[in-house]
T-cell receptor, first 112, second 115 residues
Framework: ETGVTQTPRHLVMGMTNKKSLKCEQH?????MYWYKQSAKKPLELMFV???????ENNSVPSRFSPECPNSSHLFLHLHTLQPEDSALYLC???????????FGPGTRLLVL | AQTVTQSQPEMSVQEAETVTLSCTYD???????LFWYKQPPSRQMILVIR??????QNATENRFSVNFQKAAKSFSLKISDSQLGDAAMYFC????????????FGKGTLLTVNP
């Protein structure tokens, strides 16, 4: 599946580091999403972008900063993370909001 | 708020047999979509099947089919002729058809396929 790609696939970072996650969709979609998947918890929606405009911030701490320069690319900038932020971060896209979402392979993040 | 409940944390099935995964949801909306996603050990979230609430006919995709009972708010997934590659975590998900675009997931059912 190459419709939605994410890099890096694995990331280990210290609490003082700054890193960025990248998502790219090749499906011509207009909406993109960031989800967090922690162990034994349902997927949590973090951010939604529709036509490059942020339309949802699901009470996410400011140490997570999204960026959507165009409809095909979505970034998640990370700084001063906590160990409890360790999780799988999934990116998804859809033609429009309220349409089927297609997911990338995820970035497994470990914060030490 | 919508909720999605998967009451079976784990299920197992013999290869070539049929298994049914359960899902119930709670909503006051009439326009919505329901999905089953699978997440194998690779962690890639893969769409299995989609059902529009306004359609009475149950969706099917090859060996995968659903039993959509709108009045009962039930949406089960049947996997026929189970294969080893079907082993994964299966998530039921709800999407509002209105301006709310939040995809609400259940906690998942871990399916094991025994050879």
């Amino acid at each position: 599946e190459t419709g939605v790609t994410q890099t890096p696939r694995h990331l280990v970072m210290g609490m003082t580091n700054k890193k960025s996650l990248k998502c790219e969709q090749h499906l011509g979609h207009n909406a993109m999403y960031w989800y967090k998947q922690s162990a034994k918890k349902p997927l949590e929606l973090m951010f939604v972008y529709n036509f490059k405009e942020q339309t949802e911030n699901n009470s996410v701490p400011s140490r997570f900063s999204p960026e959507c320069p165009n409809s095909s690319h979505l970034f998640l900038h990370l700084h001063t993370l906590q160990p409890e932020d360790s999780a799988l971060y999934l990116c998804a896209s859809s033609q429009r909001t309220a349409e089927t979402q297609y997911f990338g392979p995820g970035t497994r993040l470990l914060v030490l | 708020a919508q909720t999605v409940t998967q009451s079976q944390p784990e299920m197992s099935v013999q290869e070539a047999e049929t298994v049914t995964l359960s899902c119930t949801y709670d909503t006051s909306e009439s326009d919505y979509y329901l999905f089953w996603y699978k997440q194998p050990p690779s962690r890639q979230m893969i769409l299995v099947i989609r059902q529009e609430a306004y359609k009475q006919q149950n969706a099917t995709e090859n060996r995968f089919s659903v039993n959509f009972q709108k009045a009962a708010k039930s949406f089960s997934l049947k996997i026929s002729d189970s294969q080893l590659g079907d082993a994964a975590m299966y998530f039921c998900a709800y999407l509002s058809g209105g301006s709310n675009y939040k995809l609400t997931f259940g906690k998942g059912t871990l399916l094991t396929v025994n050879p």
